[in-house]
């Protein structure tokens, strides 16, 4: 009995659809491959096949190289044995599909197209869909065309996402970024302790703050936490895509909250106030925000001071907000400083005219001279100018109502006490002598004797009547 015959009696394996093999492949050719699987008859894949792998796939079927086939017919009308090397790979996919969705694995897979519904994704062989409230990377509240022009430019990028739903007979994968985004949270809070110093990357803003993702976790950073000085709007300290160094202040599990400190990591100018400051220096500041009790001003080294409303009154208006105005440019001599309060007392009333006078005159002349750029040299000096227009006049005018006032009080005392003496001094001594001589002469004795009768007439005695004149 030869060889041939042995092989024919030989009772081989039937292969059957469905089936997974494992081969070694003897031949390629421009049209199908032949796969040695272990059986009486060699495998064939054919181009269709061969087709709808990839590139770098068939870069690396050669002779020799082990592959694993799918049976799609046992035997066609020729005899032949057809397996899919595409259709095995998917079987594998599905495999890993399986086994992810059982321990909650997550998987990357990318955005190939997308529909009304949400978006479909590649995995390995295997097309996945993503529904879309499971995206979380669609803005919410969007029109629907802000939508779909969302979902456009999602196209191309990778998600990182969690399967919810397999069903191999009905060809069914879904997938969740949402659920992937809350297990990746979960995971990277448990990594993360209050206390750490850790860097993370800017991914919005908002009026109370901004959010920086720390790695699959965002945290926030609160606006009083993101700079010494006062910040009226997050965005002036840091923009989308800046990479920031934050100390971990709280983690609250419960809420999934992350609360970040970002001035903690910063130089404290507090620390070195009064080495820089003392009290009675006289500086230049910048209004940052006025409020009905005063005026905040940025000084040097980004700290700020507080411009009282009664240390304003130069101005002649209760009203700090008449008075003042966000970016104004002030002159102000520092009343007090308090380190461990961090609070620093600034007046505008105790720096003196001329100071102020100075002050402008020499911003004039820097602008005159060209040091700054001329829309901001202008700028700068109406923002103080505006302040101080006719401030000047005014004080001049009141100087003069006070002089006036003083001279008025001190003339009616000088008068009283000069025109009396002048008056004895150039009444004649002769005519002080005459005077009561001649009453008595030229007084008519008829006079003299009718006056007793008419003053007993009505009443009035001779004794009484030096009393009555």
């Known amino acids: 009995m030869d060889f041939a015959q042995l092989l024919d009696e030989y009772d081989f394996e039937q292969p059957y659809r469905g089936q997974i093999l494992e081969g070694v492949i003897l031949e390629v050719n421009g049209d199908e491959v032949l796969v040695d699987v272990g059986l009486k008859r060699d495998a064939i894949v054919p181009r269709k096949d061969l087709s709808m792998l990839t590139e770098a796939m068939r870069q690396k079927l050669e002779a020799g190289a082990r592959v694993m086939a799918y049976v799609l017919q046992p035997s066609n009308a020729d005899g032949d044995l057809i397996v899919s090397i595409n259709k095995a790979m998917e079987l594998e996919d599905w495999e890993n599909a399986r086994q992810a969705m059982e321990t909650g694995g997550l998987v990357g897979a990318e955005v190939v197209n997308a529909n009304r519904g949400g978006l479909l994704v590649q995995y390995g062989r295997l097309s996945g869909f993503v529904p879309q409230s499971h995206v979380v990377s669609l803005p919410r509240f969007a029109s629907d065309y802000e939508l779909e022009q969302a979902k456009q430019d999602i196209i191309g990028r990778e998600l990182t996402l969690k399967f919810i739903e397999i069903d191999r007979r009905r060809n069914r994968l879904i997938l969740s970024e949402r659920e992937a985004r809350a297990d990746a949270e979960q995971t990277r809070m448990e990594a993360l302790e209050e206390g750490q110093v850790i860097k993370g990357q800017v991914v919005s803003i908002v009026k109370f703050g901004a959010f920086v993702d720390l790695g699959g976790v965002d945290g926030l950073i609160h606006i009083s936490k993101l700079d010494h000085q006062h910040v009226n709007h997050p965005g002036e300290v840091v923009s989308i895509g800046d990479e920031v160094e934050v100390l971990i202040e709280e983690i609250d599990r419960d809420k999934n909250r992350i609360s970040l400190n970002?001035?903690?990591?910063?130089?404290?100018?507090?620390?070195?106030?009064?080495?820089?400051?003392?009290?009675?220096?006289?500086?230049?500041?910048?209004?940052?925000?006025?409020?009905?009790?005063?005026?905040?001003?940025?000084?040097?080294?980004?700290?700020?001071?507080?411009?009282?409303?009664?240390?304003?009154?130069?101005?002649?208006?209760?009203?700090?907000?008449?008075?003042?105005?966000?970016?104004?440019?002030?002159?102000?001599?520092?009343?007090?400083?308090?380190?461990?309060?961090?609070?620093?007392?600034?007046?505008?009333?105790?720096?003196?005219?001329?100071?102020?006078?100075?002050?402008?005159?020499?911003?004039?002349?820097?602008?005159?001279?060209?040091?700054?750029?001329?829309?901001?040299?202008?700028a700068g000096d109406d923002s103080a100018a505006h302040i101080y227009a006719g401030l000047s006049d005014e004080v001049e005018a009141q100087a003069q109502a006070e002089e006036s006032a003083e001279a008025q009080a001190e003339e009616p005392a000088e008068a009283q006490a000069e025109e009396p003496a002048e008056a004895e001094l150039e009444q004649p001594a002769e005519a002080q002598a005459e005077e009561p001589a001649e009453a008595e002469v030229e007084q008519p004795a008829e006079a003299q004797a009718e006056e007793p009768a008419e003053a007993e007439e009505s009443g009035v005695t001779v004794d009484d009547e030096p009393q009555r004149a």
């Open 262 to 378: 970002r001035v903690a990591l910063l130089p404290d100018p507090w620390r070195d106030i009064e080495e820089n400051f003392t009290v009675g220096d006289l500086i230049e500041g910048v209004v940052t925000n006025v409020v009905d009790f005063g005026a905040f001003v940025q000084l040097p080294n980004n700290l700020q001071g507080l411009v009282h409303i009664s240390k304003m009154s130069m101005f002649g208006s209760t009203n700090p907000h008449d008075l003042l105005r966000e970016g104004d440019e002030v002159l102000v001599r520092i009343i007090s400083i308090e380190p461990e309060r961090q609070r620093i007392g600034l007046s505008i009333d105790d720096v003196a005219i001329e100071e102020q006078e100075q002050w402008l005159h020499n911003r004039r002349e820097e602008s005159a001279r060209g040091d700054s750029d001329d829309d901001q040299a202008e």
